[in-house]
């Protein structure tokens, strides 16, 4: 999300945001097919049980059953709009509620979206209701609320900023459009709002969810209702007050991420055993000379390209679909750019367009991320001062910071427009200063679980430690290989929040130091057969160095072109030609391969299948020459420490060998 990030916020796209263990900001899976691509995911997590077929009373306030889902009970709470000098003008509050499942009730737990600007209830609900608290909801109801101008909630359209229209001059006219309504969406506002909802739906004392933006949500209701808290869950939080505007932990955090993603890999490491000092080589390279050409997209479209320093920073590693295939790829791909074969480096380039803009509405609103960023973000200039005067505070502020932030130069980060967020758009115009609370605020007495992902660039755990310092009764968990809401990634973050919810304690937390989740790093992108690492052969009769090479090189293609197609929501291409369908199936998923290809010289066709925790496929490949060999592929992938194997006969007898499958 290109203008939230312009204006420095933490954003999940949900059309393109996945992680191993569910989506990101999860979906409908009957709605975002997609989203059941990865192992672990939709498609390997346990099917709605009949407990949540409700039939327990519903909550106060009217609610009747909603017409997209009757499962869920739906109503508007109003609210004032000013809620400083009331006018009678009021904001119609969107609340879906999924009762609780059993026969006594505990409560509620309240939802938010982060962004901001993303609907809770145009999807991401489902990821909460039926995935990560299904214990939980059989004793609490679970209360999903738009906040004021998103989805349902008299959302804000700024029709120029929506559809990706000139960053400032559609900031300006945003501003222009809202008038004095402008500064009437912020957080405290929004908080309280929530204590409106839990009025009217009758609960005397709530527990709280929040991720990325929305835990902000989260922490400043506990700081402004505190008595009518029982507990509070943060993932990846947001936290704003007291950070630097420049936002220079994401880039900070970027070749650590980059380094374990290869330095955990058994061919990125083997090709790369300093994958931090190749992570530097890549800023720098691009810092000097950017690598300009047609790049074709995971979905197969063509685009012109060029990938410089700023693309590396505020996209490739910052929005890289949260699959790491730009930050696991960065440092093969550069180095193969370095020998003249720019193809990988030129996928990632058009993998990551400069406009991914939500078309729906109801799903994200751009207005929201503006108006509420303006209000309440830091920012290096007094945002009631006069034109002048803020521009001359940003301009010393930038000529105070570092010249890099890490290995990324100030100029590449905090670079003018979409691909980069300084000046803020906020400076076209004043705005209220309306902080969501005062720094060196603490919560005393409110049980609070904080968690982190390790590779997450968006809200790195250095961001979201913060929290801890407000909700001083806290106790923070980074989630080993889990990247941005790491309750998403892999069992461990849902099993710490339930038993948190129901115990309200941490209890063991072994289960993080576990890798959330695997995500293949190719060691390198050999543009031919011979410059490939041959596979470890297990048994069998001798097989040629060339024979192992072409079991290397069926298995990366087969694995590129299956983890590039998470990336999108239906049918991709392989790196250099070839097409890969992906098929939902009743007990799995599948991918057929058609002449998919790796390297130049060798094709692969055939189907690799998901079901439940086994994969296979059978392939026929075709090398140098012409020459045709039948293999199956079986065993563990993207799981790591794990190989996968690779079968075919040698010289008229059958030969394993061994791919690492991380």
Not at 226 to 240: C, D, F, I, N, Y
Not at 375 to 398: C, H, I, K, N
Request: hydrophobic share 40%.
């Amino acid at each position: 999300m290109m203008l939230a990030r312009a204006l420095g916020l933490t954003v999940l796209v949900l059309a393109i945001v996945a992680t191993p263990a569910a989506a990101a900001q999860p979906g409908d899976p009957s709605r975002e097919p997609w989203l059941g691509k990865r192992p672990g995911g939709w498609a390997g997590a346990p099917a709605p049980t009949a407990a949540l077929r409700r039939s327990a009373p519903a909550p106060a306030a009217g609610l009747t059953p909603c017409e997209e889902d009757p499962r869920f009970l739906c109503g508007t709470v109003p609210v004032p709009l000013d809620r400083r000098r009331p006018d009678g003008r009021m904001v119609n509050i969107h609340v879906e509620v999924l009762p609780h499942g059993g026969p006594t009730s505990a409560g509620a737990v309240f939802v938010t979206c982060g962004g901001p600007g993303c609907s809770i209830t145009s999807g991401p609900k489902y990821g909460f209701s039926d995935f990560l608290l299904p214990d939980v909801a059989q004793t609490r109801d679970l209360v999903f609320v738009d906040q004021r101008g998103v989805g349902l909630s008299d959302v804000i359209d700024c029709p120029e900023l929506q559809a990706g229209g000139p960053l400032y001059s559609s900031a300006t006219a945003c501003f222009d459009q809202l008038g004095d309504d402008r500064n009437l969406y912020s957080t405290t506002d929004v908080a309280d709002d929530l204590e409106d909802v839990r009025r009217a739906l009758g609960y005397s004392r709530i527990d709280l969810f929040g991720g990325s933006y929305a835990g902000v949500d989260m922490m400043t209701y506990a700081v402004r209702h505190t008595k009518r808290v029982r507990s509070v869950v943060l993932s990846s939080p947001a936290v704003v007050v007291g950070t630097d505007p420049f936002y220079r932990y994401a880039p900070e955090a970027m070749t650590g991420i980059a380094a374990r993603l290869c330095g955990r890999s058994p061919a990125c490491r083997a090709a790369h055993p300093d994958p931090a000092r190749d992570f530097a080589q890549v800023a720098r390279d691009l810092r000097r000379r950017p690598v300009s050409g047609i790049g074709v997209s995971s979905e197969g479209e063509s685009r012109d390209v060029t990938v410089t320093e700023n693309l590396l920073a505020t996209l490739i590693m910052y929005f890289n679909g949260a699959h790491f295939t730009g930050p696991g790829e960065i440092i093969p791909a550069m180095a193969a750019a370095r020998r003249g074969d720019s193809v990988a480096l030129l996928r990632l380039g058009a993998d990551n367009p400069p406009e991914p803009f939500p078309e729906d509405l109801r799903d994200f609103s751009m207005g929201h991320n503006l108006v509420r960023y303006c209000v309440e973000g830091e920012l290096p200039f007094d945002r009631t001062a006069s034109p002048a005067v803020r521009a001359l505070q940003q301009a010393r502020a930038y000529a105070r910071e570092p010249a890099f932030y890490g290995d990324i130069s100030k100029a590449a980060w905090a670079h003018p427009g979409w691909l980069g967020f300084q000046p803020s758009p906020c400076i076209t115009r004043r705005w209220d200063d309306r902080p969501m609370y005062r720094e060196g605020t603490r919560v005393k007495g409110v049980p609070t679980l904080v968690l982190g992902g390790e590779y997450d660039a968006v809200v790195p755990e250095s961001v979201s430690q913060l929290a801890t310092r407000v909700m001083t009764d806290s106790r923070y968990v980074g989630i080993s290989a889990a990247g941005h809401d790491p309750q998403f990634w892999g069992p461990c973050g849902g099993e710490l929040v339930q038993r948190f919810y129901l115990s309200g304690r941490v209890g063991d937390t072994s289960c993080a130091r576990e890798r959330a989740g695997g995500w293949w790093v190719p060691g390198v992108f050999a543009k031919w057969l011979d410059d490939l690492p041959p596979a470890v052969q297990r048994d069998g009769p001798r097989a040629s160095a060339r024979q192992r090479r072409l079991a290397t090189a069926a298995a990366w293609t087969v694995m590129d072109s299956v983890q590039h197609n998470f990336f999108v929501p239906g049918d991709s291409v392989a790196l250099r030609g070839g097409t890969v369908h992906f098929e939902q199936l009743e007990d799995g998923v599948a991918w057929d391969l058609g002449g998919a290809r790796f390297t130049e010289d060798v094709t692969v066709d055939g189907r690799w299948n998901q079901i439940g925790e086994g994969w296979d496929g059978d392939f026929t490949v075709t090398g140098p020459g012409g020459s045709t060999t039948t293999m199956h592929f079986g065993g563990p992938f993207l799981t790591d420490g794990e190989h996968m194997t690779v079968s075919f006969d040698v010289g008229g007898e059958p030969a394993t060998f061994a791919v690492p499958a991380y």
